[in-house]
């Protein structure tokens, strides 16, 4: 995640930590250590900068205070391992998915349970429950989007709080309307698992698969506009505040 100030970036790593790595200084803080059994697998900043929040795979979402690192309020997410976490555009709710497809939304302010979906979406076909109720209730869908979705990887919401876009490590991106819940787009052609994704503006979406490569899209259009190679297989994807610097993460720790 990177704050509002743009003085640094802030990661979790395999070993539990929680670490500064301050820009142009070359130097690191560790803020949390915790223990290679609970990996970090998401931080998220509020939209104002003042808090940010991270969830484990201790499955323990923790509420930070930023300006000086302490954690405020934490509680658990769930019984199974954590697969993504995100924030409603004003910041107000958490949502986080596990890998079991169960999705839940909490109050940010006290960590209030506000739904719990529980079950698996697993093809269009097979109507379960849990992610595709999950879908409908958050975003309103009448329409359920067409594919199969065994286990969301990352939720990502346009800078304009108007689209999400969908992974779920398979060789395509779904990008839902935010207001109507309706799929207005797939993005195909990966080589490879779609691992991440991240809004550059309005139109332009990055994407990165497990080849390494990194791919701007118009994705109104579903055109690829350019492309990158990576040395590794891409894990994450995070935007500056000024949507001008881009952060990878790769598979080998880079």
């Known amino acids: ?62 509420v930070w205070n930023a300006a000086d690192c302490i ?54 076909t097979e109507k379960k429950g849990g992610l595709l109720e999950a879908f409908k209730s958050i975003f309103g869908a009448e329409e359920e989007p067409k594919g199969s979705l065994y286990s969301i990887g990352s939720l990502e919401i346009t800078p304009e709080s108007t689209h999400v876009a969908v992974t779920s490590g398979e060789d395509f991106i779904r990008i839902f309307d935010l207001k109507t819940g ?10 490879a698992s779609a691992n991440a994704a991240c809004f550059l503006s309005a139109e332009k979406l990055v994407t990165g698969d497990n080849d390494g490569n990194l791919v701007v899209w118009d994705w109104k259009s579903a055109k690829q506009l350019r492309t990158h190679k990576l040395d590794g297989a891409v894990l994450a994807l995070i935007a500056s505040p000024s949507r001008e610097q881009l952060v990878a993460g790769l598979e080998n720790a880079k």
Do not use: C
């Not at 839940?104 to 697993?122: E, N, P, Y």
């Not at 309706?182 to 080589?191: M, W």
């Open 71 to 124: 954690p405020a309020r934490s509680w658990i997410s769930s019984e199974e391992l954590p697969a993504a976490l995100t924030l409603t555009p004003d910041g107000k709710q958490l949502i986080a998915a596990d890998m079991d497809g169960q999705v839940r939304i909490w109050q940010l302010s006290d960590g209030q349970l506000v739904k719990q979906f529980a079950g698996h979406w697993k093809t269009a």
């Open 182 to 191: 309706k799929q207005v787009q797939t993005l195909k052609g990966f080589p």
């Open 1 to 62: 995640a990177v704050p509002a100030t743009n003085d640094g970036i802030l990661i979790g790593d395999g070993a539990g930590q929680v670490e500064w790595i301050y820009l142009g200084q070359n130097s690191v803080e560790t803020v949390f250590r915790g223990t290679e059994s609970a990996p970090i697998r998401e931080i998220v900043f509020t939209p104002n900068g003042e808090e940010f929040i991270s969830l484990g795979q201790d499955r323990l979402i923790r």
